[in-house]
């Protein structure tokens, strides 16, 4: 291309012999006589005048329509006997379908502190037809085939939404996750004890009917597995001693663990049943002490120096 270019400089001397100063217009002509669609063509732009005058030629902002701008290369003024001269290559492209195309640029004279400006003669150029005749559209339609087109992840996308829901996940646990682990611990325990006051009143309903002792003994293994995991400790590895030591002696506990080993190891249920119900509902009524106890501390313990634990 650039030899193309300083060849079409070369060419100035003869161009300038057809000008006279009188006539006093830039010149342009086109490296070829045509070009086709799309095709990038170059353009020669001079100017011959007085050294004492100032002009300035077309930049990239200026409409050459129906050429697109691609580059251009200005080359130095050169002067001889007070007169000069300005040339530039532009290399243009067109996509318009017109036969004969026309380009008529101008040059911008400072004077006076104002601007004058001096368009050149058109150039033409041909456009090259590689189709020749109508084309058969229907034809065409009818033998068209249409490419399947693989689908492709945006991959930058994915990293971008990743990276935002990380970030809001971070956020979220900075500033709730404390509260977060609370509410789903106390999800937790009202759901275990929920699930442990319908079993154990299921186990009542049935020793209300059948007084069997199978009955008490399932019940009181059911309260037992329960508080274990309620308190976290091993409490259905306790006597009953042990048991109402680790209560500091509640009346509830020591009181129905007493009601119901007279049951069992004396098997005297059948005469003083009222006394094994009561000792039913304290227990009872202490896991459901026992669970307020854990939910409150739970609820209002979990601090910065008292945080809490999932176990």
């Given amino acids: 291309m650039l ?6 400089i070369t060419l100035l001397p003869l161009f300038g012999l057809a000008q006279t100063p009188e006539s006093n217009l830039p010149q342009g002509l086109f490296q070829d006589d045509s070009v086709k669609i799309g095709q990038e063509i170059n353009f020669l732009f001079y100017y011959r ?7 300035i030629f077309p930049d990239s902002t200026y409409n050459f329509a129906p ?3 691609v580059s251009r290369q200005y080359f130095p003024t050169r002067t001889r006997n007070n007169l ?7 290399t243009l492209r067109t996509f318009s379908i017109a036969p004969v195309q026309t380009l008529a640029l101008p040059i911008f004279k400072l004077q006076n502190q104002d601007t004058l400006q001096i368009k050149a003669q058109p150039a033409e150029i ?3 037809q590689l189709v020749k005749g109508p084309a058969n559209l229907a034809q065409l339609k009818a033998q068209t085939q249409l490419a399947p087109i693989p689908e492709r992840v945006n991959f930058a996308y994915w990293l971008i939404a990743s990276g935002i829901l990380v970030l809001v996940a971070v956020l979220v646990w900075i500033l709730f996750g404390r509260k977060i ?4 611990r106390l999800y937790i325990l009202k759901k275990d004890h929920n699930s442990f006051i319908n079993k154990f009143n299921a186990y009542i309903e049935k020793f209300n009917k059948s007084e069997s002792l199978q009955i008490v ?4 293994t059911l309260w037992k597995n329960y508080l274990t995991n309620l308190e976290g400790n091993a409490i259905n590895s306790f006597t009953t001693r042990e048991i109402a030591a680790y209560y500091n002696d509640d009346e509830d506990v020591t009181t129905a663990l007493r009601l119901f080993d007279k049951a069992i190891y004396g098997n005297i249920v059948s005469d003083k049943s009222s006394e094994t119900i ?3 509902f304290l227990l009872h009524h202490f896991a459901d002490r026992r669970y307020e106890f854990v939910k409150d501390l739970t609820k209002y313990a979990a601090t910065p120096e008292n945080p809490v634990q999932l176990d």
């Fill in 278 to 280: 009561i000792a039913f």
């Fill in 3 to 8: 030899k193309k270019i300083f060849f079409f």
């Fill in 217 to 220: 003994e399932q019940a009181i």
């Fill in 84 to 90: 000069s001269r300005d040339s530039v290559v532009y």
């Fill in 49 to 55: 005048h007085p050294a004492t005058e100032e002009i």
């Fill in 67 to 69: 050429f697109e701008f």
């Fill in 181 to 184: 682990i609370i509410q789903y």
């Fill in 126 to 128: 041909y456009l090259k």
